[in-house]
């Protein structure tokens, strides 16, 4: 059925399709290229090679001028070829004879050898391709962390900064047939101007951590499309367009399954907008039954396709509302870290269904918080399908240079690109702009205008940040307060709580602990956790120490206790599912370089605080 009849000319408006937000937003430079990961193309993951370069000779001379020919990993030269036939000539490096490494993966596990380092690592990828007549292609790359420098056939394609955000570059007309050399240039090295900075509690898994794709569309093709159910019961798109028949084209929208089909007009700046009433047979996305749409949209031979689901995030007072209804977000958190003794921050769509599945099937959640940074499209998109909420986040994190405008205009751009990979991602809720940040002026001017991007980037979804509180020991019992000034630009309040491990309390201390909380919003703990050493146990009528388990279910326990006295709370994600790397955690026996605040160890052991919080949560699956 044609819906064109349906849609009432005052609701086709046109609109620019990125906000027309209030101040400029920092959008990325290069092409949005909306669920790629849809778009198959050819996959460059696999066999690449490296070299390590912990002087950065590739990049800068010794007495500091340009690199020298002998240096230079990302030249276009057979260095085999030309060593034979020059005696003269002089190589340092040969990236067609360097050591081997399956990609996409971190360094520090591909080569245990380069478990702590940290630097600079060229990777070289050779393929072959047969670029089609007229067409237009793109590399593009899930993620590189921390800022990498692109080479395609010794011509320098860009650089990007930031190790969780997907970037590409159109590389039309620079293909050949045969033997292409793809070199970037991986430096994971961060200073005091980065996002997130070199102090983290995780480790820095350096290295081309997602899939590389070269992705070939049409002269004009879709860059952009984002779909959704609006609170006022329409579905809502925008599209842009890019190529040289963008302006004024003609656009087909299709819903597969609600008999939507629509045929659109493009403004000259090959943009539209527009929204029609949500069919009566529409399947709301949600946890239980994540319903997700095949849609469609075709200009000319370009066909772009993604699965979306239609659902409404609201709040109302102290609730959270999923599709109009109260939801208590039953969730935990993450880090992007596949289960195993030896992770590569290689999150592949089964790695990620499997972490996933312990969440919804095993812990009875609804909720996942995917800290402190973008995860893969695979999680996100796990997510969707399994229906699990989701707790998006940047790595705005602790002791960012607030002052630095430059850190600024990078923490939008990497907000800007979280939110234009993953808008149409149903099981996304809520968007973060940060963690325990401290308080100042700089740093509250800093978030609120990451707050206001993400509002005019995306109007309908809930805005939080994890933040910190103010003990209060005045009274007869101990207070948290919440006066941070950021609160207030925030749909949901988020705080991150450690009552019973950091500081004084014991276990038993925390349940009478109060909360002074800003009312009449949602609160969250985003985060709560004790450290337990998998199978580390005091032993029966033994007080149990920090790092047994019996000392982490008695933490959670008691901290469950205290917040069922909390009226506001509206769900929470305990830190963490799974043990994870950090560098700061170095007790021997129990951390050895690991976050011990999981749930499960990292070959997903069950440590005994998993069924404390499973049971809680199974109590609460109707509320
Ligand atoms: C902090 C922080 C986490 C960290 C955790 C911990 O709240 O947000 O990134 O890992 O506490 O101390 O384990």
């Known amino acids: 059925m044609r819906m064109l009849g349906m849609i009432a000319a005052a609701m086709l408006h046109l609109a620019l399709l990125h906000g027309g937000a209030a101040q400029a937003q920092v959008l990325p430079d290069g092409p949005v290229l909306a669920a790629a990961d849809m778009r198959g193309g050819q996959d460059l993951s696999g066999e690449w090679t490296y070299s390590i370069d912990p002087y950065r000779d590739g990049m800068a001379g010794f ?19 030309a060593r034979r036939a020059d005696p003269l000539a002089l190589y340092e490096y040969d990236m067609d004879r360097a050591p081997r490494a399956t990609l996409p993966s971190s360094w520090l596990t591909h080569a245990p050898e380069m478990r702590h380092y940290q630097g600079l690592v060229w990777y070289q990828r050779r393929f072959d391709v047969a670029p089609g007549e007229g067409e237009r292609q793109f590399l593009r790359f899930g993620a590189v962390n921390y800022a990498a420098e692109v080479w395609l056939n010794g011509q320098f394609l860009g650089r990007h900064e930031g190790g969780f955000t997907p970037f590409a570059f159109e590389v039309t007309g620079l293909l050949r047939a045969e033997g292409n050399r793809l070199v970037l240039g991986v430096d994971s090295i961060r200073d005091d101007a980065d ?64 008999g939507v089909e629509l ?26 039954k994540p319903q997700l749409y095949d849609v469609s949209v075709r200009i000319g031979d370009d066909i772009w396709r993604d699965r979306v689901g239609f659902r409404t995030i609201a709040t109302r007072g102290s609730q959270v509302l999923l599709n109009g209804q109260p939801v208590f977000l039953r969730g935990i958190s993450l880090h992007e870290e596949e289960l195993g003794d030896s992770p590569a921050r290689n999150m592949t769509p089964q790695a990620a269904r499997a972490l996933l599945a312990i969440v919804k099937d095993d812990l009875n959640g609804n909720f996942v918080r995917l800290a402190h940074y973008p995860h893969g499209d695979a999680m996100v998109r796990a997510a969707d399908e399994l229906g699990l909420l989701v707790w998006s986040e940047i790595p705005v994190y602790w002791r960012i240079a607030w002052e630095d405008t430059d850190v600024l205009a990078h923490a939008r751009t990497m907000l800007a690109e979280n939110i234009l990979r993953d808008r149409n991602r149903a099981s996304i809720v809520i968007w973060s702009v940060g ?29 939080s940040a994890a933040l910190l509180t103010e003990r209060d020991d005045s009274g007869e019992r101990p207070m948290m307060r919440l006066v941070d000034p950021l609160a207030e ?22 349940p009478r602990i109060g909360w002074d909380v800003p009312l009449g919003r949602p609160l ?30 008695a933490y959670y326990r008691n901290t469950l206790e205290m917040a069922e006295g909390i009226p506001t709370l509206a769900g929470l994600s305990p830190w963490i599912l799974k043990d994870f ?7 021997p026996d129990v951390q050895d370089g690991w976050n011990r605040k999981g749930l499960i160890g990292p070959l997903g052991e069950r440590k005994l605080a998993f069924a404390v919080l499973a049971d809680w949560y199974a109590e609460r699956r109707g509320d």
Request: hydrophobic share 40%; charged share 20%.
């Open 63 to 81: 007495h500091g001028g340009a690199a020298g020919t002998g240096h230079r990993r990302y030249d276009d030269v057979d260095v085999e070829a």
């Open 195 to 258: 996002v997130p900075p070199p102090v983290t509690d995780w480790e820095t898994y350096g290295g081309i951590t997602r899939p590389v794709s070269l992705i070939e569309v049409p002269q004009t093709y879709v860059d952009d499309a984002w779909l959704r159910l609006t609170n006022d019961g329409t579905i809502a798109f925008d599209i842009a367009l890019d190529g040289p028949q963008s302006a004024g084209a003609t656009v087909d929208l299709a819903i597969r399954g609600l």
């Open 263 to 288: 045929r659109l007009r493009a403004d000259d700046a090959g943009r539209l907008a527009g929204e029609i009433a949500a069919p009566a047979n529409l399947q709301l996305w949600q946890p239980g």
């Open 435 to 463: 963690n325990e940040t401290p308080v100042s002026e700089a740093r509250n001017a800093f978030m609120a205008q990451l707050v206001a991007d993400t509002r005019s980037l995306d109007p309908q979804r809930l805005v």
């Open 489 to 510: 630009h925030l749909d949901v309040l988020a705080v991150n709580t450690y009552n019973g491990w950091y500081g004084p309390d014991r276990p038993a201390d925390v």
């Open 524 to 553: 969250v703990f985003s985060e709560l956790g004790a450290g337990a050493q998998p199978g580390l146990f005091a032993g029966e009528g033994v007080e149990p120490i920090k790092f047994t388990e019996e000392y982490q279910a």
């Open 581 to 587: 790397r950090s560098p700061r955690r170095q007790l």
